[in-house]
């Protein structure tokens, strides 16, 4: 029997409203740092004047060079204020005239080059103005995705998700998904693949090929920003059929679904020279390991899921957060683990198992091949994806909304609403005016800030309104969401979400 859940008026608004804070709260973060503030800007801003090629004042080969190019100098110059905390990000001077030459930039394809191909239809002239439209370009393609994941998925599934990306969004996922990163792109894919090709499984008609494009897409997007991206993508399809695949008689869209991604992903693999690194590390003259080094690795590598709650700093490494981030971000995130991953199914422990092992043990093959100890290399970003899909994995049981209901949504609305306002904050005053101070108004004083943006108080305050608004919003919603659609389904002993099909 099927459960009312309000108002058809009352939904819609919700529906609406919902998205519409997430990117109200995702703008606040990309307004929050300058051009060249995300990880490796100086590489990443160059790909992206130059992702169309050579273009007249944009991205110009002067020399006949098979690398170096020539851009609107305000690029080159971006990263001014980077590895000093304590300076604000006032040195950059976005005004200045003509190209200057980088010798880093993606002609040679060491990624793939959808990301900068697309975010280079926004490049122009005028660098700030271009940046600011790509970070909130992105900040729409993201809630825009999500969002039509969200509405796809059978009810039942549609907690994963959301569980999946507010439990490691704060802080790392919140700075990167509004920035002209590619891990934006790629954080986004690993949030959609698997569930929507889970979905697929559990679907039929034309819900079905609706979720089959969905994997499709967030596919593309992931192995077309970054080359890792491509094998979590096959790491996602690995999960879906590990949960929901009928061995008997397996469905033909969602296998061919899977089948496609599976190529996708090998093609732009191969695109990009990057994923050479990703199976087997970077050339080092360092001698190997020793065996004491390799356990130390092992032992340290959960440092880098902690460094996407806060451990490590935002930005190029140099925007510590205050210890209250990472305590609440860890404790939501673990929590959730733990809330999720209990009562498993053979099927759903096999898959939370995996992804633990590909959390561990990723970063630490990798910087064994290396000669590289934890610290080094490899960023707590490059694993977010890893969390983001074995965290949905463990969510993705029946229960799950009321699982949550109560007690723990409120909790985890406060301590993420607290942590987000703090990283915000935090994040604002480390470009306005350097971390050697501390105000209540992260704009007092300001020697930066956006040319005719709203003040640096406002983004803050209206940012940290709008992400706890949405969380408030969805704990109120899930736990109706979930029974609006209990209908009657055979479940077996020894399955769970996994082995339902919902019609």
């Known amino acids: 029997m099927t459960r009312r859940t309000g108002s058809p008026r009352r939904t819609l608004v919700v529906s609406i409203l919902i998205p519409l804070l997430a990117f109200l709260s995702l703008g606040a973060w990309s307004l929050s740092s300058p051009v060249g503030a995300s990880p490796d800007d100086d590489f990443h801003l160059a790909s992206i ?18 690398v170096e190019r020539y851009v609107p100098t305000p690029v080159t110059t971006a990263t001014c204020y980077a590895y000093n905390n304590g300076a604000s990000a006032d040195c950059w001077n976005g005004e200045a005239q003509g190209l200057s030459k980088v010798q880093r930039a993606n002609v040679d394809r060491l990624y793939p080059p959808l990301f900068y191909g697309a975010m280079s239809v926004f490049a122009s002239p005028n660098v700030a103005a271009s940046v600011l439209v790509m970070k909130l370009v992105n900040s729409a393609l ?54 929507t090709l889970y979905g697929a499984l559990q679907t039929d008609g034309r819900r079905r090929w609706i979720l089959a494009g969905l994997a499709v897409l967030g596919t593309v997007l992931g192995a077309g920003a970054r080359a890792d991206s491509a094998v979590y993508a096959v790491f996602g399809v690995g999960m879906a059929l590990v949960l929901g695949l009928r061995w008997k008689r397996p469905p033909l869209v969602p296998t061919v679904t899977a089948a496609v991604i599976v190529v996708l992903s090998v093609a732009f693999y191969l695109s990009a020279w990057q994923g050479s690194s990703i ?24 440092t880098l899921w902690a460094g996407a709650q806060g451990g490590w700093g935002l930005g190029w490494l140099d925007t510590p957060m205050p210890a209250v981030v990472m305590v609440l971000a860890g404790a939501v995130f673990w929590g959730a683990f733990f809330v999720g991953g209990g009562r498993a199914s053979v099927r759903r ?25 934890v610290g080094e290399l490899i960023q707590p970003r490059y694993l977010l994806p890893l969390m ?33 306002v703090v990283a915000l904050h935090t994040n604002i005053q480390r470009y306005t005016t350097g971390l050697d101070r501390f105000t209540a108004d ?8 956006w040319a005719w943006m709203p003040s640096p108080l406002f ?34 002993a020894a399955t769970d979400a996994e082995s339902a099909t919902t019609r």
């Not at 356990?295 to 340290?300: E, F, I, P, T, V």
């Open 442 to 449: 992260p704009g007092a004083d300001a020697e930066w800030w």
């Open 142 to 195: 993201v809630v825009g995705v999500l969002a039509g994941a969200f509405f796809a998925l059978p009810r039942r599934l549609r907690p994963a998700l959301l569980i999946s990306v507010i439990v490691t969004a704060v802080p790392l996922g919140m700075f990167v998904y509004g920035s002209t990163n590619p891990s934006s792109w790629a954080l986004l894919s690993a949030a959609v693949v698997w569930i």
């Open 49 to 66: 004047w130059c992702g169309l090629g050579d273009r007249d004042g944009l991205c110009e080969n002067r020399d006949d060079d098979a």
């Open 388 to 420: 983001i899909v074995t965290i949905g994995v463990a969510s993705a049981r029946l229960d799950i909304a009321r699982a949550w209901a109560g007690f723990r949504a409120w909790a985890v609305v406060a301590a993420l609403a607290l942590a987000n």
């Open 279 to 302: 199976v087997g590390g970077i050339d080092s003259d360092r001698p190997p390991l020793s065996g004491s080094q390799h356990l130390s690795n092992l032992l340290s590598a959960p």
């Open 459 to 492: 983004v803050w305050v209206g940012g940290g309104l709008a992400f706890a608004a949405v969380l408030a919003l969805l704990a109120l919603r899930l736990p109706a969401e979930s029974a609006a659609d209990e209908t009657p389904i055979r479940v077996s």
């Open 349 to 373: 422990g096999v898959a939370i198992a995996l992804g633990v092992a590909a959390m561990w043990l990723v970063p630490v093959v990798l910087l064994g091949q290396s000669r590289m100890l």
